[in-house]
């Protein structure tokens, strides 16, 4: 899982700082059916991070209603799935600032992101630094 179940020590420090108290709290939750299943939507999730999200056509593939959907995923993640989902594409993004040379502009339109500086705000408010200062760490 490229978010919540990684080891947090094999993220560059600069990522572990925003994404170390998600990891622990999740980790420390007891193994149910339920964990489980949201394992697996997070998964899901994240292998089409690259692809646009869509709550009800998602909803459909798992067999739940949207309500029940949303309710049990935020229980055991904290977040809605569409901000796991968000979460996802700036994970992706920071890995390629960090571990490739592709543009800023580049890395945003291939996460999806049609507007730079809505990818901008979106990537400082959850990883707490601008790509452009992730970019200048490396």
């Not at 990684?6 to 007891?30: H, Q, R």
């Not at 994240?46 to 309710?71: A, H, T, W």
């Amino acid at each position: 899982m490229l978010l919540l179940r990684k080891n947090v020590g094999s993220i560059p420090p600069i990522m572990a700082i925003s994404l170390g108290s998600l990891e622990n709290a999740y980790n420390e939750m007891p193994k149910t059916p339920e964990k489980a299943r949201v394992d697996e939507w997070c998964s899901r999730i994240e292998d089409d991070c690259c692809s646009p999200f869509s709550l009800d056509d998602f909803c459909k593939k798992v067999g739940y209603s949207k309500n029940q959907f949303i309710r049990l995923f935020k229980a055991y993640t904290g977040k809605t799935p569409y901000q796991y989902y968000v979460r996802c594409k700036i994970q992706k993004s920071a890995s390629l600032l960090l571990y490739t040379n592709h543009t800023i502009n580049e890395i945003s339109s291939s996460m999806g992101f049609y507007d730079l500086a809505h990818f901008s705000r979106c990537f400082k408010k959850i990883m707490g630094y601008s790509p452009t200062q992730i970019r200048k760490k490396v």
